[in-house]
């Protein structure tokens, strides 16, 4: 007796009618990836379930014009030769246009070259979300020199910008308005040359510095003391920005990544949005937020508003704001580098895409190819080796609602201009990303991919060294201490 399924195709090619596993059989898999991802566009033109430049075929006995072509019928003659019938000659046994293993094969090829052109159409499509900016035309005056260390590799210096660009549905949450021109959020990676450890040093916008001559449209603006700091990214852009940070700490800048508002929620809900603690109630209903005390999982707008709004969370100030920008970056990483996202392609299609259509970045990270070879780097530094720290400060004598950096910073700078990691007194105060929520829920479910969760002997709070060399009752009284800082914050301690 025939296989079933055998003979369920061969019975289809007889009636001409097709069953919904063919339908389904006949799609590219990418190009449902596509309709999935941008509702309905597929490489070159295709419908959904062409192949490129082809539009999609209505099914033998469909109605449906969306319909793609169906798989090719395979004739299946019977199991056994058909009995001669009685007094007259044997019927000879019908001839097999194509073997199982030819139409296998030649299924195969076309898969191979539908996927191919597929992967190709991604790849120019993400290069093209990208926008490229050759900032180091716009910089003023000389640039520090790039310190030559030992290691495998030359240590990284990207400048992380959030363009407070408020023109995207729903991004008016502060009650602002207009295009880009403001910059709140400023955070120096440092990637070490061994790859062994990262650092994201965060400055505060109300850092009042000295700011250096810079050149926008062909007009250079003098330098200016006593400035704001968020005023460099008002006045030239990302290229004032960076030669800030250069005159400010004597790092050469690498590269540069700005992300705007519309991005940055896009990409949160990609991922399904991101894994938060907080402390107490959150009721600031005047900016359309109300989320209860405890771990929840935000995205959208709530997400947007958890990193930029100030008011009705912690206590309010700019410098708490800064420590949730760094706690949620590193659960939004954990969420990223989870096998949850990492194997579902429609997932890590669509944090592509969304992450590619709001980023400026300079030439050195203008395609994908490069951009992955910069993100390889970080492929053995687990979670917990990513630490976030902001530049140590203190209010400004002069002005209460501003701050200074001490010689503290200077120190920072020093170690991480020479490619040294920080020490435990530095760091005391950090916010590691294998420590956060993300990271946790990911470590509970066994999730995370390989390096990415905290190693054994890590804190469980998102401090990683809050009580680093410190014992007994000294010991607790630095736990209370940053416990109530946290608190401050909006984060659970």
């Not at 014009?65 to 000659?89: E, F, L, N, Q």
């Amino acid at each position: 007796m025939p296989e079933p399924h055998l003979s369920a195709l061969h019975s289809d090619e007889q009636s001409g009618s097709a069953t919904p596993e063919q339908d389904s059989a006949a799609y590219d898999p990418y190009a449902s990836l596509y309709a999935d991802v941008h509702g309905g566009a597929a490489p070159n033109g295709a419908a959904p379930g062409g192949s490129a430049g082809t539009p999609a075929a209505t099914s033998a006995g469909s109605s449906r014009a969306d319909v793609p072509p169906t798989v090719p019928r395979i004739p299946v003659p019977p199991s056994s030769p058909s009995p001669a019938p009685a007094g007259g000659k044997r019927r000879a046994e019908p001839k097999r246009r194509h073997t199982v293993l030819q139409v296998l094969g030649a299924t195969l090829i076309v898969l191979v070259l539908v996927t191919g052109l597929g992967m190709v159409y991604l790849y120019r499509h993400l290069n093209g979300n990208l926008t490229v900016l050759n900032a180091n035309d716009e910089i003023v005056g000389d640039r520090p020199d790039k310190v030559a260390v030992e290691g495998p590799h030359e240590p990284l210096n990207i400048l992380v910008m959030g363009e407070d660009s408020r023109d995207c549905k729903g991004c008016d949450i502060d009650g602002l308005t207009g295009g880009s021109g403001r910059s709140d959020t400023t955070i120096l990676l440092h990637l070490s040359a061994d790859r062994r450890h990262a650092y994201g040093v965060s400055i505060p916008r109300d850092t009042i510095v000295d700011r250096p001559e810079c050149k926008t449209d062909d007009r250079v603006i003098p330098a200016a003391a006593g400035q704001m700091w968020n005023a460099a990214y008002a006045v030239g852009g990302p290229a004032c920005t960076i030669a800030q940070v250069e005159h400010l700490s004597g790092i050469r800048i690498d590269h540069f990544v700005v992300v705007d508002f519309a991005s940055f929620r896009s990409m949160v809900d990609a991922i399904g949005g991101v894994e938060v603690c907080i402390p107490q109630t959150w009721d600031d209903r005047s900016h359309g937020i109300y989320l209860k005390a405890g771990t929840r999982r935000i995205s959208g707008n709530q997400a947007l508003q958890y990193v930029r709004i100030r008011h009705g969370i912690g206590n309010g100030s700019d410098l708490g704001r800064v420590q949730r920008q760094q706690a949620f970056i590193g659960s939004m990483a954990a969420q990223v580098l989870s096998s949850n996202t990492l194997t579902n392609p429609v997932k890590v299609v669509k944090f592509l895409d969304a992450a590619t259509k709001g980023l400026t970045v300079d030439k050195g990270l203008g395609n994908l190819k490069k951009m992955a070879g910069i993100g390889m780097g970080f492929k053995d530094i687990g979670l917990n080796k990513i630490k976030f720290i902001t530049a140590p400060w203190e209010y400004d004598p002069s002005n209460p609602n501003r701050v200074v950096l001490t010689p503290a910073a200077e120190k920072v700078w020093k170690r991480l201009r020479n490619d040294k990691p920080l020490t435990k007194a530095l760091t005391a105060s950090a916010i590691d990303a294998g420590s956060t929520p993300g990271a946790k829920k990911a470590k509970k479910s066994g999730s995370a991919s390989s390096g990415s969760t905290s190693s054994p002997g890590s804190s469980s709070s998102p401090s990683s060294g809050s009580s680093a060399g410190t014992t007994g009752s000294e010991g607790g009284s630095a736990d209370e201490a940053r416990k109530q800082q946290l608190e401050e914050a909006g984060l659970c301690a």
